[in-house]
C-alpha cells in the first residue's frame, strides 16, 4: 500500500540523500504523519504557505520497518489516518512529487492519483 507524506521541499532536500527520513517529526510528534492518497486532499489545507513549496512522499508500507498505526483523530472522527511510529527507511519513498497548486494556492490533484477516488 502507499501513503502520502508532505514536507517542505527545502526540508526534503536536505535529506533526500540519508538512509532514513523523519526523526525530527518522530522526536517532536512521537510518529510521522501521513495519509492515505483518499484522504489526502482533507489535509493539504495544513500546507498553505504561498511562499513555500511542498513535495509529497509516497511511501511503500511494505517497506517500512517501523510500525505503522492507523489512528482516528479527534478532529476527524472515522477517518482513519497512517501514523509512522520511527523513522522511513530511504528505499520505502519510492517516489517524490510536487505538491501542484492553482494560481489561488488550492492543491490540485497529482495526475498519479487519478484513478484513485477521493474521500
Known amino acids: 500500500m502507499i501513503i502520502l507524506h508532505c514536507v517542505k521541499k527545502k526540508n526534503w532536500d536536505k535529506v533526500c540523500n540519508e538512509k532514513e527520513y523523519g526523526y525530527t517529526d518522530f ?5 510521522i504523519h ?17 511562499d513555500t513549496e511542498y513535495v509529497i512522499l509516497c511511501i511503500d508500507t511494505d517497506k517500512v520497518k ?6 482516528d483523530c479527534d478532529s476527524n472522527p472515522g477517518r482513519y489516518y497512517p501514523h509512522i511510529y520511527g523513522p522511513i527507511e530511504r528505499n520505502a519513498i519510492i517516489n517524490v512529487l ?12 497529482n495526475p498519479e492519483f487519478n484513478n484513485i477516488e477521493d474521500k
Open 27 to 31: 522526536k517532536r510528534n512521537g510518529f
Open 34 to 50: 501521513c495519509s492515505s492518497i483518499e484522504y489526502f486532499w482533507r489535509v493539504t489545507e495544513h500546507f498553505n504557505e504561498q
Open 66 to 71: 517501523a510500525e505503522i498505526k492507523w489512528e
Open 98 to 109: 510536487p505538491f501542484l497548486r492553482d494560481p489561488n494556492g488550492n492543491y490540485i490533484k
